[in-house]
């Protein structure tokens, strides 16, 4: 099996950006690196209805409850399963450009104390028990402000799920701050997390910069990862 490696953070992080970077340095460096990015909007029948979720069509996201929300999400993997599965038997790295993790953050979120651990539960059991979804062998997480990550949001193009320009999720900016609160809470209690701050002294470092770091920890976690015979 591929090692899987899982991007995560808010909305406007980064994500697609440095995890399809991370892809494209992985095959310089001479490693069959796959991409797979959820939601896949357009490629399930979950996928649709997240969308149609992010837009409203459902209610605002408090009128939602968090674990039916839950299980569009974890039904959009699991349609892409046998997808997800062959890349994994082919490539030395796969990259998610979101994952179970992000899940857990958004729902979480807006739940608190014994809820949101319930929540979190089954989110866990739904994901990796019910529908067998590998777990990830490293997860990175970038980690952005809400409002860096809301002006970045702005300068988004078009998206195939939306015509708005922010999203029901993207939109909220105190939602925003419970989502990477949870990313915080997840990245403590789990030694497989990286966290990656993309803003230093105030200012936002470059692209560059980011997928240099995260290449880094990548190959450096990737390489400790395997067996002394086939370093």
């Given at each position: 099996?591929?090692f899987l490696?899982?991007?995560?953070?808010i909305?406007?992080?980064?994500?697609?950006?440095q995890?399809?970077?991370?892809?494209?340095n992985l095959r310089?460096r001479?490693?069959?690196?796959?991409l797979?990015?959820?939601?896949?909007?357009?490629?399930?029948?979950?996928?649709?209805?997240?969308?149609d979720?992010?837009?409203?069509?459902?209610?605002?996201?408090?009128?939602?409850h968090?674990?039916?929300?839950?299980l569009?999400f974890?039904g959009?993997?699991?349609?892409?399963?046998?997808?997800?599965l062959?890349?994994?038997?082919?490539?030395?790295?796969?990259?998610?450009d979101?994952y179970v993790a992000s899940?857990?953050a958004?729902?979480g979120?807006?739940?608190?104390?014994?809820?949101?651990r319930?929540?979190?539960?089954?989110?866990?059991?739904?994901?990796y028990?019910?529908?067998?979804?590998?777990?990830?062998?490293?997860?990175?997480?970038?980690?952005?402000?809400v409002?860096?990550?809301?002006?970045?949001?702005?300068?988004?193009?078009?998206?195939?799920y939306?015509?708005?320009?922010?999203?029901?999720?993207?939109?909220?900016a105190?939602?925003?701050?419970?989502?990477?609160?949870?990313?915080?809470?997840?990245a403590?209690?789990?030694?497989?997390?990286?966290?990656?701050?993309?803003?230093?002294?105030?200012?936002?470092?470059?692209l560059?910069?980011?997928?240099?770091?995260?290449e880094?920890?990548?190959?450096g976690?990737?390489?400790?990862?395997r067996?002394?015979?086939?370093?």
């Amino acid at each position: 099996m591929a090692f899987l490696v899982a991007v995560e953070g808010i909305d406007g992080s980064g994500k697609g950006t440095q995890a399809a970077r991370l892809v494209e340095n992985l095959r310089r460096r001479g490693l069959q690196a796959e991409l797979i990015s959820f939601p896949r909007y357009e490629f399930t029948q979950f996928g649709r209805k997240i969308g149609d979720f992010l837009n409203g069509r459902f209610g605002e996201l408090d009128q939602v409850h968090p674990l039916l929300v839950s299980l569009l999400f974890a039904g959009d993997r699991l349609e892409s399963r046998p997808l997800l599965l062959d890349l994994c038997a082919r490539a030395d790295v796969v990259v998610c450009d979101r994952y179970v993790a992000s899940n857990a953050a958004h729902q979480g979120a807006k739940a608190q104390g014994i809820e949101r651990r319930e929540l979190l539960q089954w989110i866990e059991f739904v994901e990796y028990q019910q529908h067998q979804l590998p777990r990830a062998d490293l997860t990175i997480w970038l980690d952005v402000p809400v409002h860096v990550a809301q002006d970045l949001i702005q300068k988004k193009s078009q998206r195939s799920y939306t015509d708005r320009a922010a999203d029901l999720q993207e939109a909220d900016a105190s939602y925003l701050q419970r989502v990477r609160e949870v990313y915080q809470e997840l990245a403590g209690a789990d030694a497989t997390w990286q966290r990656i701050h993309a803003v230093e002294n105030g200012q936002l470092r470059s692209l560059e910069e980011i997928a240099g770091e995260v290449e880094a920890i990548v190959c450096g976690v990737w390489d400790r990862s395997r067996p002394t015979s086939a370093r």
